[in-house]
């Protein structure tokens, strides 16, 4: 059986940090391909640029996606992903600071699964991700592969 792969799409390295120690205390083994930019997310996911040789026949499990990046911001990257017929169904969990109530509504107006504010304290972040991890990576049926 293949490895389900995270995709996290984080440019800040203190919560890149934060979010793959939380990941690794809960046990969550999958692999887990980081992405700093909105660019380098749709590059990955899309199998172009410095990603053109990845294997496409990996399953992403689930997108952790922060909504302020560089380059191309979480939002335009959700509404990339969800014009696209092959990663319209990808389960996108937006993982921000962002107390904006306006993000929270255009997320979810693009198809966001979930939308989930990054707590200040670790040892409630870590509960967070474990029950991140549990739902998504264990309790949830991902949709077949399109295409």
Do not use: C
Not at 34 to 46: H, K, N, P, Q, S
Not at 53 to 78: F, N, T
Not at 97 to 107: R, Y
């Amino acid at each position: 059986m293949q490895e389900k792969i995270i995709v996290l799409v984080e440019d800040n390295p203190n919560d890149e940090a934060l979010t793959l120690r939380a990941l690794k205390k809960n046990n969550i083994a999958n692999d887990i391909v980081v992405a700093r930019d909105g660019v380098e997310a749709l590059d990955f996911v899309f199998g172009r640029g410095a990603h053109a040789k990845r294997d496409m026949d990996q399953i992403i499990s689930v997108v952790l996606l922060d909504l302020k990046l560089p380059k191309v911001d979480g939002l335009e990257v959700l509404k990339t992903l969800r014009e696209n017929k092959d990663t319209r169904l990808l389960p996108v969990v937006v993982l921000t600071s962002s107390k904006e109530e306006q993000d929270m509504i255009q997320s979810y107006s693009l198809g966001a699964n979930s939308y989930i504010r990054k707590p200040v304290d670790f040892a409630q972040f870590v509960d967070s991700v474990r029950q991140l991890g549990l739902y998504w990576l264990v309790l949830n049926e991902s949709p077949p592969k399109q295409g």
